[in-house]
């Protein structure tokens, strides 16, 4: 079998990506025509992903929003989907980078297409991920050890001599600081 030096799979997929995008711009500029509307799935993981933590918590890895009655502000613009919807009457911002959409389907025309993440965007996203846990652990250690330094700083600095004459003896009754040189053997 012969090798594919071209790429055509990829080439392929960026193709079909350059479909939804001028699917998305068409309605942007004159709507939604008859009974078309689209189901896109997206990566919510993927870098530039704008989702708030609520949607993100209900959907942590992969989402499908509908665009078609209930929707406002669709932008696409700089490789980025913008779109507003209502999640249990809530609106919700999202900004969708378009090679983090994973599906586009138009049920009207029964229209789809499923595709990947690019083998190096995903190698990009993993490595990302493990700096993320890193700075997260590093920044528990900082946090512990700020926590440690508030409990330092909470400990008595030096223990207060009573030992001075000037006080009563009501107040040297406390604990008093002693020389151990008092305690070891005189060698003179």
């Known amino acids: 079998m012969a090798i594919d030096l071209m790429n055509y799979e990829q080439l392929t997929q960026d193709a079909m990506r350059t479909v939804v995008k001028r ?30 933590d609520s949607v993100y918590e209900q959907y942590p890895e992969e ?5 078609q009655h209930q929707f406002w502000g669709l932008e696409v613009k ?12 809530v609106p919700e911002k999202l900004e969708i ?11 009207h025309v029964q229209f789809g297409i499923q595709f990947e993440i690019p083998e ?6 993993e490595t990302m991920e493990k700096e993320e846990a890193a700075k997260d652990e590093t920044d528990a250690d900082n946090i512990k050890k700020i926590n440690m330094d508030s409990v330092e700083d909470e400990k008595p600095k030096a223990v207060k001599d009573t030992t001075k004459t000037d006080k009563s003896d009501e107040e040297n009754k406390g604990a008093q600081v002693v020389s151990l040189d008092a305690f070891r053997k005189k060698t003179d």
């Open 63 to 67: 989402m499908t929003i509908v665009i």
């Open 97 to 107: 980078p378009l090679m983090a959409i994973i599906g586009f389907f138009d049920p």
């Open 78 to 89: 700089d490789g980025i989907l913008r779109i507003e919807l209502s999640f249990n009457n």
């Open 23 to 52: 699917a998305l711009e068409h309605v942007v500029e004159h709507g939604l025509p008859g009974d078309h509307h689209f189901y896109v799935s997206f990566d919510t993981n993927f870098p530039g992903v704008a989702i708030s």
């Open 120 to 125: 190096e965007i995903l190698e990009a996203i």
